[in-house]
């Protein structure tokens, strides 16, 4: 069977780094690590394709060789995966699509004229689609009705069906799930509340690919949360440890954890010596009372400066995530989210207007309640209004967004916080196991020379705030060495930051202007249903 795997395009947001990227020579910024797991459960017997339309697009060739297309994405790769389906129907394709989008709304895909639906997770759904193909089947649905598989039968990924030089990062899976109950994720919703985590030794067999395949520089492990089972994930550091010392350091680390990792100073230790470089942690909000309202009690344990500050202070760079519109916000929210980010000196602040995702308790609460715009809309994209009527006025919500925004990676005060950042970084824990730094934290391609060049030349001279970035460069030089590579690196991002607050401000007054007809009341703190207004 000759299967043609296709992951589709997906939009510019926070994460795509066009810019950036194109100054580095790369294409994306990591492989779709969902299509290479299901292409490692499939038979033997199957020969595969695999085309990252991030990459490049399907060729006449590639859509001719096909028996079948399968296709995976996320909601927020929605426009550009409905698209492939009908390309692959034009051509009398059979079509399988699966992952987060197909799972959360797979009446879309119905509609849209996908043969077959494999939902949930790949181990639990693929083996009955599998049969029922032997069978003859021309379509189904398959479901895994709640079940949750371990994954410590999980084969490593088939990284041998990429272009690595593509790829800015290389992406590997510890854990699936989380324990913490945050109303508005979906995480626990797709992958359960359970933490389930691979056996070290998976983890490093899928290192050893990598490594055998050539592979040096970051690796980003895309766990949702990867300290959700600290006692598991300790115990896969300490191997990781030594696998990494034996081969002299070849990868560097980020991920995303939840915020109580700041409290766990031997996990942290840890997580330096194996090279880890950056985490993602979703703070969502400096307002006590919207993480109460919202479920994230894991960020009320401990106070979020004291939490950031100690993350900073073992020397893994700290990004964000900021959610403004949450039921019962008071007016600011906006200026609180950057007054935080500016007194903790974060360099990457992610923030978003809250949406509802399917099958979230938030969804199903505001469904209940009458507020949800569109039952179909769903975006996962900062670039998007919120998709429900929210507690007070939307254009105050979208004003605030789009504000703090432009104020976070205006370029002085981007550049001005990224250096205090560095001053301090790494500056209060020194681990207790050898090791010796991996390299800096965008990747090896920082270290070639032309993408050296071009990065030094955009932040040094084709900027106005060229003289800030020397001053700064040579302060940190001078003050904290170790954390320059760092610093050149997040002065680097700006590039995308830049394009992207336009592109926010105008997305979302297209969005405005089609509510022009709109009175929007807002709704008391007790959540009553409000008057439903016409959405974009």
Not at 227 to 232: F, I, Q
Not at 479 to 503: D, I
Request: aromatic share 10%; with cysteine; charged share 25%.
């Amino acid at each position: 069977m000759n299967s043609l795997l296709i992951s589709p395009k997906s939009p510019s947001t926070f994460w795509s780094y066009e810019t950036l990227l194109q100054l580095l020579g790369k294409k994306a910024l990591q492989p779709p690590l969902g299509l290479l797991t299901v292409a490692a459960l499939l038979p033997d017997s199957w020969t595969c394709r695999l085309v990252d339309c991030n990459v490049r697009p399907v060729t006449d060739a590639e859509w001719n060789w096909a028996d079948i297309v399968l296709l995976s994405g996320m909601i927020v790769q929605k426009p550009h995966l409905l698209e492939l389906v009908a390309e692959a129907k034009r051509r009398d394709k059979r079509v399988a699509v699966g992952g987060p989008y197909a799972t959360a709304l797979p009446d879309e895909l119905r509609d849209a004229g996908a043969d077959f639906l494999v939902l949930d997770e790949a181990e639990l759904t693929l083996t009955p689609f599998l049969e029922a193909l032997e069978q003859g089947a021309t379509g189904g649905t398959f479901t895994a009705n709640g079940a949750k598989p371990e994954v410590t039968s999980t084969p490593p990924a088939r990284f041998d069906l990429l272009d690595l030089s593509a790829y800015d990062s290389m992406a590997i899976q510890f854990s699936r799930g989380c324990p913490f109950l945050c109303e508005f994720c979906d995480i626990i919703v797709l992958y359960g509340r359970r933490p389930r985590t691979k056996r070290p030794a998976q983890v490093l067999a899928e290192m050893d690919q990598l490594y055998r395949l050539g592979w040096r520089g970051t690796i980003f492990i895309v766990d949702d949360n990867f300290v959700g089972n600290r006692k598991a994930a300790k115990e896969m550091l300490r191997e990781l440890l030594t696998w990494q010392a034996e081969r002299g350091y070849p990868f560097q680390f980020d991920t995303e954890a939840s915020l109580d990792l700041a409290q766990d100073l031997e996990l942290l230790d840890l997580m330096v010596a194996c090279g880890f470089r950056s985490v993602f942690l979703g703070i969502e909000t400096p307002d006590a009372d919207s993480l109460e309202r919202t479920l994230k009690h894991q960020n009320l344990r401990q106070p979020l400066d004291e939490a950031v500050a100690a993350i900073t202070g073992s020397g893994i760079r700290v990004m964000s995530g900021f959610i403004i519109g949450f039921d019962g916000e008071a007016t600011g929210a906006g200026t609180r989210v950057v007054e935080f980010v500016e007194r903790t000196a974060i360099p990457n602040a992610f923030v978003s207007i809250l949406q509802a995702l399917p099958g979230t308790a938030l969804w199903t609460r505001l469904a209940r309640e009458g507020r949800l715009r569109d039952a179909t809309t769903a975006f996962g994209d900062a670039t998007y209004l919120a998709n429900f009527a929210p507690t007070r006025p939307l254009t105050q919500i979208a004003e605030e967004f789009v504000e703090a925004f432009e104020r976070l990676y205006e370029p002085r005060t981007y550049l001005d916080r990224t250096w205090r950042y560095f001053l301090s970084f790494g500056a209060t824990r020194r681990v207790a196991w050898p090791t010796r730094t991996a390299g800096p934290p965008f990747g090896e391609t920082l270290r070639t020379l032309p993408a050296i060049i071009r990065i030094l030349w955009r932040q040094g001279i084709a900027r106005r705030t060229r003289w800030r970035f020397w001053h700064h460069l040579l302060s940190i030089a001078r003050h904290n060495p170790g954390a320059l590579a760092h610093y050149v690196t997040v002065c680097a991002f700006s590039e995308h930051f830049l394009v992207f607050r336009r592109l926010i401000r105008r997305s979302i007054n297209e969005q405005l202007e089609a509510i022009h007809a709109a009175v929007e009341q807002p709704l008391d703190i007790q959540g009553e249903p409000a008057q439903v207004v016409a959405g974009p």
